[in-house]
């Protein structure tokens, strides 16, 4: 009774939200409201997705970013502050950045994302998308698409609840939001690919942050 007790302990939500953000500036960027209604199904993103590595030399609209952020980790219940993708026991182990290249009416620069009042906050200004792709094996749709979101994880959100196995909860969590990022680039017409292979410590350099990036999601208009 209890080991039964326990292990219901160590399983139940913890429902912690994590409102207090690092502050890294005071330039502060809101972003366009998200849409909840869109012009492709669910069922027709999904059989059009595919991994897109080249890009025309076109801007993003911040109407676009918005949409493709709050996608990843947007809030989609305000009371309880759940988010766009499933995550175990509601501990949201993820910060979301995004290098800036080419988005209209967005100055180029590096900027983190919050989704409880959906802004972004500039972190340093200028283009590092070619930093970024240095630090990505220098895999040139990094550097080439408008914008590069980078998934970066905390791991011990999830694990001072979970564990051990918290640390694959975290990396499934990774999926849940890389499919969501995939579905929108697809119901907006753009084109992206998950890029896992990058050296862990520059990326974190790039986008200045102490967590672990596990994803880097390039996203442009399709060449």
């Given at each position: 009774m209890v080991l039964i007790s326990s292990l219901l302990i160590l399983f139940k939500p913890s429902f912690e939200q994590r409102e207090t953000l690092p502050k890294y500036s005071d330039e502060i960027v809101q972003l366009p409201e998200p849409r909840y209604e869109g012009e492709m199904s669910v069922e027709e993103a999904i059989a059009r997705r595919r991994s897109i590595r080249y890009y025309r030399d076109e801007p993003l609209t911040l109407d676009q970013l918005s949409q493709l952020l709050w996608a990843a980790q947007g809030i989609t219940e305000?009371?309880?502050k759940f988010r766009a993708s499933p995550s175990a026991g509601a501990t949201y182990p993820f910060e979301i950045y995004v290098v800036v290249g080419n988005v209209q009416g967005l100055k180029p620069g590096v900027y983190h994302y919050n989704p409880f009042n959906h802004t972004l906050e500039l972190i340093k200004e200028?283009?590092?998308?070619?930093?970024?792709?240095k630090a990505a094996l220098n895999q040139?749709?990094?550097g080439k698409a408008a914008i590069d979101i980078v998934l970066v994880a905390f791991y011990e959100r999830t694990t001072k609840y979970y564990g051990e196995r918290g640390y694959q909860y975290v990396h499934i969590e990774?999926?849940?939001?890389?499919?969501?990022?995939?579905?929108?680039a697809t119901a907006l017409n753009l084109g992206t690919v998950a890029v896992g292979a990058f050296y862990d410590k520059e990326v974190a350099k790039v986008v200045e942050t102490d967590g672990t990036p596990l994803y880097i999601f390039p996203v442009g208009v399709p060449r």
């Open positions: 305000k009371k309880k200028g283009d590092y998308r070619k930093e970024l792709q040139e749709w990094v990774a999926g849940h939001i890389g499919q969501n990022i995939y579905l929108q």
